[in-house]
């Protein structure tokens, strides 16, 4: 959006049922696209395949190299490669689902707008104001990790900061940031994203492949002679519950999907896309570490254990690094979560679940900013309280109910197949990909802490009473 004519209309879709039409602003971008139809207030679609990608893997790449190696190679030795492949085929199970729906309904809000317009509004509020909470949840862990990761490089560049507090105030800085950025279009947030993820990927195949031919005895290098599941296949499964929180961003892609490009064609590539190459990441990262150091060594380093490896192969520079590439990590993946959490409160508020003057576009920018204070103002909040390890568990239960809701929706929108329903993608053996990914969603669940499932509940319980008190009048199902 931004510049072009703008065009005052009256006949703007009602969510509510008998509610009077609005009005609708209509825009001409640059390019010729329209940002906003006669259905209602939509975005401006200016990010393409790439910026998608970025988007996914952008989310996703983080714990699964930065946190999890040495916890996971802990509990299941070299096999924790398996575990990791494990979660990326549970993954794959959601992504496709997650594409036919994304290229029959390409609106802002993803998940929530899917379960929606299957399973009814109240299913949808549940869905859809539970992972905007979700998401400040995971922003605030994502700009609390960037604090730490920064403060860990000055102190490995040797920088004395002479005991003075500096994650909260940088994590702090950059959540205004980044929220800003947003604002003022995302065409700048998009291309903020492709030039981290670019470089955060560069460094991370670049030391991965040297890790690799290490492990392989290349450059003189020994592997650790260790069996290749010392714990028994059990633990291969539990691990693989454990580091499922590393895919949970694939479907951010489907949330910013009113801003994706050519999107039949564009979301199944990025959604499909990202999932097989963060899998491929995490499995080689499980593969070099478990190469340098024993398992044992390994668990012992704890959530440091790659920035060791890296140690281990380059001396400090190697390190220094790493640390970097956890850096451009946590900001990618508060980047895209900031860009998402807008665009579930902008659908949310336009289909009368939240009031709707959150679903206002800034003309200048072309962007929700009422949506983007409400979430990114929330996150700073969180981050100046800290302690948000739990929910960050918290986020990850959220999204879960989310996957199997979604795979529950497809196998609904099959059934009723409404008119309108025509996807440019089609799921084969819909019943049975849905079914396993609906199952694999919400067991995992299961073996989450206590802690997180009662928040979780107790969120999605909060989000039903908001719905009966304030939009028990909106119906959605069936309506695209």
């Known amino acids: ?25 209509k ?34 790449i983080g714990a699964g190299i930065f ?21 990326a085929v549970i993954a794959l199970l959601v992504a496709l689902p997650a594409s036919e729906l994304a290229t029959a309904m390409p609106k802002s809000g993803g998940g929530y707008y899917f379960i929606s317009r299957a399973l009814g509004a109240l299913a949808g509020a549940i869905v859809g104001i539970s992972i905007w909470l979700g998401l400040v949840f995971a922003t605030a862990f994502y700009l609390v990790g960037f604090g730490n990761y920064a403060a860990a490089v000055l102190a490995e560049a040797g920088v004395a900061i002479g005991g003075v507090p500096v994650v909260v105030p940088l994590a702090l800085l950059f959540g205004v940031l980044l929220t800003v950025l947003n604002l003022v279009g995302t065409e700048n947030a998009a291309t903020l994203q492709n030039y981290v993820v670019g470089l955060l990927l560069t460094i991370l195949v670049l030391f991965l492949s040297f890790g690799s031919l290490d492990a392989v005895g ?17 633990p291969v499964f539990t691990t693989a519950a454990l580091v499922f929180t590393s895919y949970l961003g694939f479907a951010q892609v489907a949330t910013v999907a009113g801003d994706i ?81 807008s665009r579930a409160v902008f659908a949310l508020s336009k289909d009368a679940i939240l009031p709707r003057f959150a679903s206002r576009i800034n003309l200048q920018y072309g962007t929700p900013h009422i949506a983007l204070a409400m979430g990114g103002g929330p996150v700073l909040v969180l981050v100046a309280l800290g302690e948000v390890e739990v929910l960050a568990e918290v986020a990850s239960f959220l ?30 053996a819909y019943r049975l990909v849905a079914g396993l990914g609906a199952v694999a969603s919400f067991g995992l669940i299961l073996f989450m802490k206590p802690m997180s499932q009662i928040i979780g509940v107790a969120i999605m319980v909060a989000s039903a009473g908001w719905f009966v008190y304030y939009a028990n009048d909106v119906s959605l199902k069936g309506v695209l």
Request: glycine share 14%; with cysteine.
């Open 1 to 25: 959006m931004g510049t072009g004519q703008e065009e005052i209309s009256t006949t703007e879709g009602a969510n509510r049922e008998g509610e009077v039409p609005e009005r609708v602003v």
């Open 27 to 60: 825009a001409e971008s640059a390019s010729g696209e329209t940002s906003v139809t006669e259905e209602g207030t939509e975005l401006e679609r200016t990010i393409g395949l790439k910026g998608g990608l970025a988007i996914g893997v952008g989310t996703m």
């Open 67 to 87: 946190v999890f190696p040495g916890l996971a190679a802990g509990q299941a030795g070299p096999a924790a490669a398996g575990s990791f492949g494990i979660g």
């Open 218 to 234: 290349v450059f003189g290098g020994s592997s650790t002679p260790e069996r290749f599941l010392p714990f028994g296949p059990l």
């Open 261 to 341: 490009k050519d999107p039949g064609r564009n979301l199944p590539l990025a959604m499909v896309g990202s999932v097989l190459i963060v899998g491929t990441l995490y499995v080689v990262t499980i593969f070099v570490a478990t190469s340098a150091f024993d398992s044992t060594t390994l668990a012992g380093f704890g959530e440091t254990a790659i920035v060791e490896v890296a140690r281990n192969f380059i001396g400090a520079p190697g390190a220094i690094v790493i640390l970097v590439a956890g850096l451009l990590a946590t900001v990618s993946s508060a980047n895209a979560s900031i860009l998402s959490t």
């Open 399 to 428: 999204h879960l109910v989310m996957y199997g809701l979604m795979c529950v929706a497809l196998i609904a929108m099959r059934r009723d197949e409404p008119e309108w329903y025509d996807p440019d993608f089609r799921v084969p």
